[in-house]
């Protein structure tokens, strides 16, 4: 079984500040996870994932993603805010099991609503 | 490439009425997904496809909801009767999971109210 708890369902900052959208996840196998952002009447866009190569992970628009999986976590973080990142941000874990026949059911988080003052 | 096409874009429709979704996904990608996402909520999961085949539907409400993918392409996720309770944006996506991280690319979705 696998889920995804977003700890947050809004985030307010002001422009010029960091952000931090919380995630932990749990998995009976190893999991990819993601990060989606979904922007008001667009489709859902992948913003970062991990990939096992590394723990910290680099994404589009300056986001970046810490994996650590003795907290189970997979937080985003981009150091300073800028008013097009207000959207809702989507946490998703995705895992195969050991024999690779299971594919590749995705789960979501709730979401997280960032909203980005002046 | 082109994208996961999804049409209608907005559906306005009384209850007890039906109503069918169609998506077309990237070319080649085997895995297919329906989500449905009411305001406020995540997507969750109503069916996936792997070829033509269901991998999961554990969570489609199967008195009123049926989805089939014809000859692994295009598919078709359909509600009769409809209920006030289906009113959400219907979110297609594919996948071809070659790696775990295999990211899946999602169309822009079908809103549906029921009145």
């Known amino acids: 079984a696998q889920s995804v708890t977003q700890l947050d369902s809004h985030v307010s900052v002001s422009e010029g500040t960091p952000v931090l959208l919380r995630c932990n996840y749990s998995?009976?196998?190893?999991?990819?996870l993601f990060w989606y952002v979904q922007h008001p009447n667009k489709g859902l866009q992948l913003l970062l994932k991990?990939?096992?190569?590394?723990?910290l992970v680099k994404g589009i628009n300056g986001f970046e993603a810490e994996f650590k999986k003795s907290e189970t976590s997979f937080h985003l973080t981009k150091p300073s805010a800028h008013m097009s990142d207000a959207a809702e941000y989507f946490c998703v874990v995705s895992a195969l099991n050991a024999g690779g026949t299971s594919y590749g059911k995705l789960t979501f988080g709730q979401g997280t609503i960032l909203t980005v003052h002046p | 490439e082109a994208g996961v096409a999804q049409s209608p874009r907005y559906k306005i429709i009384e209850k007890r009425q039906s109503v069918a979704f169609w998506c077309n996904p990237i070319?080649?990608?085997?895995?297919l997904y329906w989500y449905q996402q009411i305001l406020g909520q995540g997507p969750k999961l109503l069916i996936q496809?792997?070829?033509?085949?269901?991998?999961?539907d554990s969570q489609l409400p199967k008195d009123r909801f049926s989805a089939e993918r014809l000859k692994g392409v295009d598919s078709t996720l359909k509600i009769q009767p409809a209920k006030l309770e289906d009113s959400a944006v219907y979110l297609c996506a594919s996948r071809q999971i070659r790696r775990r991280d295999t990211e899946a690319f999602f169309g822009q979705g079908t809103r549906l109210t029921v009145v």
């Open positions: 496809f792997q070829n033509n085949g269901v991998v999961d």
């Open positions: 998995s009976s196998y190893s999991p990819s």
């Open positions: 991990y990939t096992s190569a590394a723990t």
């Open positions: 070319s080649g990608h085997a895995t």
